[in-house]
């Protein structure tokens, strides 16, 4: 990677810190003292918005991998996988959160921690998924091996997103439908409506600091063990 560019991500790093801790805590702000409480569910409606913007981070930094995957295995250009597996790293918090949060959502709302609903056992599927990923880039003496293994598996695993996307369409489940993202507009009130936006700003713009970090880390990584491999091989 480019020492050059590699000091710009440091720049816009700093700068992205900043807009992404305005934008949280403005979130907060509308979360806890702007928006009414929700007049069935009660205050643990406001659970949804931690869940809903980690639900769509884990999509999102899956939807990267794959990408990144894809470029990896048709240029042969390492620095694809390093962004793939930093985005793999954050991916797994991202949905490890939607995985806690949700069932402390749906414990008093469900009368259950979990179900086997369609559309929580495919996000635990895409959980497997994540450190199936991760476990695949170091399971080999071979690294080169094992990241083309791990890509293979990320770009087959990527059918798994549109699976929990639809899931609460194609099947009967407890889930909720979405209220978001639809075809004749979103069903959630505006006054709920703009700080889940801002709070799905502000992690999305979360996300990319600590890809950006991830990525200095791979970096020192991938130097040292090149330096290793090098003084092995004198």
């Known amino acids: 990677m480019n020492p050059d560019a590699v000091e710009k991500k440091q720049e816009e790093g700093n700068i992205l810190v900043w807009l992404t801790a305005f934008g949280l ?95 929580l056992t495919s996000v635990l599927i895409l959980l497997f998924l994540y450190l199936g990923y991760m476990a695949l880039v170091n399971a080999f003496d071979d690294p080169e091996r094992g990241e083309k293994s791990a890509s293979l598996l990320a770009i087959v695993g990527a059918v798994n997103v549109p699976i929990i996307k639809f899931s ?33 700003i502000g992690f999305t713009m979360f996300y990319f600091v600590v890809l950006i970090l991830r990525l200095r880390s791979e970096l020192a990584a991938t130097k040292i063990r090149n330096i290793r491999l090098g003084q092995a091989g004198e």
């Open 25 to 119: 805590l403005a979130a907060m702000i509308g979360i806890f003292i702007y928006v009414p409480t929700e007049r069935t569910e009660g205050v643990i409606q406001r659970i949804m918005y931690f869940h809903v913007p980690c639900a769509w981070l884990s999509f999102f930094a899956f939807f990267v991998v794959f990408i990144c995957s894809i470029l990896f295995l048709w240029k042969k250009d390492r620095e694809w996988d390093i962004y793939a597996h930093a985005s793999a790293g954050i991916g797994v918090v991202f949905c490890s959160l939607v995985l806690i949060t949700g069932p402390i959502w749906a414990r008093p709302i469900w009368g259950a921690w979990w179900v086997w609903d369609a559309r």
């Open 168 to 200: 609460v369409d194609w099947w009967n489940t407890l889930h909720q439908p979405a209220s978001v993202v639809r075809m004749d507009g979103p069903a959630v009130h505006p006054s709920m409506l703009w700080p889940l936006l801002i709070m799905s």
